[in-house]
């Protein structure tokens, strides 16, 4: 008989009843050492008092209602993230597909508008995730996704990863849009190098190509900059924003240019719950705390730190792992064994990861994570990779 919960995921035997900064602490008291952070959206930590205080204050004053009439808090958090970025304007979603639906929406209509209503094409690559609604898996393009879902929107172009030469030959003067992360989260922490970036930047104006990034993921200050693609000097058309910046909430946003966003007028695009009262006040307090210079180069230092510590990991156990990559708290342990193996000998330890693709374990702690949590991260890592030597060895 089919569960009462629809069993579209594959879940571990774990759950929790509280959590505290980096730890979750399960029903029987036991603690978990969390460097999953719920996919990178608990940034500042379970429970951060700023936040508990936003959420709670605005909880007991007014929760929602609707884009009906003004909404103050809305406009506070949009007025700080186009403060802090290249945004000129911001759309509130609840979730990372919802901005990439948006992000689709707004550049065809940029299109439409300028009177080039058939440049449609939107350039994206392989291992990328941009989420689940019908548009987001047709962007992708990956098979797991999309299979059985037919008939998939048209108009993308799924481009192998780092393959300039088809990416020079796709991205022409027909191109609406090329859309990608700076870091591939789900595709398993792939870097595109700052040079890339800044090359697809210039391809883009050389075409007229708008450049969509998401950052759902890499985004809020995962990588020591409040956006990772601050590392190469660039900056998009449009941008995607969920995860980090609700710190749990859930809340997304797409910041856009005033030209790229030019054709959204009244009546183009909606949401009953975007951008209401409680996701926004908690959003302007995570905003206030991670676009700090001092919290961002924190990140940096830590991301360091830890980097050092699985490069220790990566030489003591050549058997379980071969390599760290990625950028400030976005790291990634490639595996030389299923990685999803490594996450469970991790639930022995009590310690918590995440795997991706490409053979990755990823670690996305909370950003404030405390420096002796990361040595207790990197014991548990190790003794969870010592288990594995064993097993393999028996
Ligand atoms: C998680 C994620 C999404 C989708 O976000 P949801 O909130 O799950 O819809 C999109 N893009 C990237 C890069 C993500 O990591």
Wanted: proline share 5%; hydrophobic share 45%.
């Amino acid at each position: 008989m089919i569960p009462a919960v629809l069993p579209t995921y594959t879940r571990a035997p774990l759950s929790f009843v509280r959590g505290e900064g980096s730890w979750l602490v399960a029903g029987d008291g036991s603690r978990y050492l969390d460097l999953g952070a719920g996919i990178a959206v608990n940034a500042l930590g379970h429970a951060h008092p700023a936040l508990v205080a936003a959420l709670g204050a605005q909880a007991a004053q007014l929760w929602h209602v609707s884009n009906l009439y003004n909404i103050p808090q809305q406009e506070r958090l949009a007025a700080l993230l186009v403060e802090h970025t290249f945004a000129d304007t911001v759309f509130f979603t609840n979730s990372g597909t919802e901005t990439a639906e948006l992000a689709i929406k707004m550049a065809r209509k940029y299109w439409h508008d300028l009177g080039q209503p058939e440049r449609t094409g939107i350039v994206t690559f392989e291992g990328a995730f941009h989420g689940r609604s019908t548009g987001a898996i047709a962007a992708a393009g990956s098979e797991k996704m999309t299979r059985g879902f037919g008939p998939l929107m048209p108009g993308f172009r799924v481009l192998p990863f780092g393959d300039h030469d088809a990416l020079r030959a796709a991205v022409t003067d027909r191109t609406a849009a090329v859309m990608l992360e700076p870091i591939q989260g789900e595709g398993g922490i792939r870097l595109l190098p700052d040079a890339c970036l800044r090359g697809l930047r210039d391809l883009c104006d050389a075409t007229g190509a708008l450049m969509i990034l998401d950052e759902v993921q890499c985004g809020m200050g995962r990588t020591g900059r409040l956006f990772a693609h601050e590392w190469a000097g660039i900056t998009p058309d449009i941008m995607m924003v969920a995860k980090g910046i609700g710190g749990g909430f859930p809340l997304g946003a797409v910041l856009a240019t005033q030209r790229a966003a030019s054709g959204m007028v009244a009546g183009t695009h909606g949401s009953t719950y975007g951008g209401n009262p409680l996701g926004c006040a908690v959003g302007a307090a995570v905003v206030g705390i991670i676009a700090d210079p001092a919290f961002l180069a924190e990140v940096t230092r830590k991301g360091a730190l830890f980097r050092q510590k699985l490069e220790g990991l990566v030489a003591a156990h050549p058997t379980v792992f071969e390599g760290v990559r990625g950028r400030g708290l976005m790291l990634g342990l490639k595996c030389r064994i299923a990685p999803a193996d490594v996450v469970k000998a991790g639930y022995a330890q009590q310690v918590l990861t995440v795997p991706a693709a490409d053979n990755v374990l990823r670690l996305l702690p909370a950003l404030n994570i405390p420096d002796e949590d990361l040595a207790e991260a990197a014991a548990r890592l190790e003794r969870a990779a010592i288990s594995l030597e064993k097993a393999a060895v028996a």
